[in-house]
């Protein structure tokens, strides 16, 4: 690009990566300070709140840019952000799958997969960074995932059933998947959702 508009691109870009952090420092500011301390400290003020959510953020922003010079270790940036995923999401993605789909599901199970799945996975990254394991991340997404599985449904299943007909809306239902009115094969998202699993199989199969 020539002169001018590139940097014209630059300012859109890093606009969108700084709107990307101040959204991920907020929320994760908000988690700590209203889910972790406000309930334990119920005599809090409004600018109680206010400045333990800016100090949060403080101590989040010098974690982030003491880790920043670890990404330099990795191929590339796509690489870094790939890598972290495979091992960030897995139990957030078995929390909410079996949180829809299977009524036994309990709260306690939820919060012990979240634990022990993140834990295990920064036992495992650190264990890559190191040298001590050697497997592709896309192959430790797909295992970690499937821990997370097995810790949530175990834990369940040990712990009393919960009370379905307080979080019957939130369980996903046959009906919810049709669409509100008739349409042909090629608009039907069901299509679509098909399609791009069948898509991102075949992916993963041929590059694996």
Known sequence: MPVGI???VLSGLIAAIMSSIDSTLNSASTLITMDFIKPKKQNLTSKDIARIGRYTTLILMVVAASWAPMIQK???MFHYIQSAFAYVVPPVVAIFFMGMLWKRGSRNAAF???V???SLSLVLFVLSQTGYFNLHFIITAGLL?????GIFILVSLLNPAPDVAESEEVFWR???AKPAYPMPWYKDYRWHAAGILLLTALMIIGFF
């Open 116 to 118: 022990s799945g993140h």
């Open 6 to 8: 590139t940097g014209i």
């Open 112 to 114: 012990w997969t979240l």
């Open 145 to 149: 995932t499937v821990v997370s599985f």
């Open 174 to 176: 046959k009906e919810d």
């Open 74 to 76: 990795f191929p590339g």
